[in-house]
């Protein structure tokens, strides 16, 4: 990717939901919500604190994360559709077991 976030910005991936309920329905995609859990794909720098030292984040590429439903602002970027946020929005990590058992 030929993009790079600048200060305390993240790109995510967002990574779909299962197309079946746990009963069996078949979910169209009409119905589907937009899922709220991502890939981390590119991580800024880091923001600046008053001294102007770099506060490192705490996310870092390839991240399963979990984010706020109207979190970051949508681009295309290579033709592939990625969230642009700062790392506030994104509300934690997911364990790396879990995220296994979920793709």
Not at 42 to 61: Q, S
Not at 79 to 97: A, N, Q, V
């Amino acid at each position: 990717m030929a993009f790079k976030p600048l200060h305390d910005r993240v790109v995510v991936r967002r990574v779909e939901s299962e197309e079946k309920t746990a009963g069996g329905l078949i979910i169209p995609d009409s119905a589907k919500e937009k899922p709220a859990e991502g890939e981390v794909v590119a991580v800024g720098a880091g923001a600046r604190d008053d001294d102007g030292e770099r506060i490192a984040l705490d996310v870092k590429v390839g991240d399963r994360v979990l984010f706020g439903k109207w979190s970051g602002t949508e681009v295309t970027i290579d033709g592939e559709e990625l969230l642009i946020m700062k790392e506030s929005d994104i509300m934690g990590i997911m364990d790396g077991s879990k995220a296994a058992k979920a793709a």
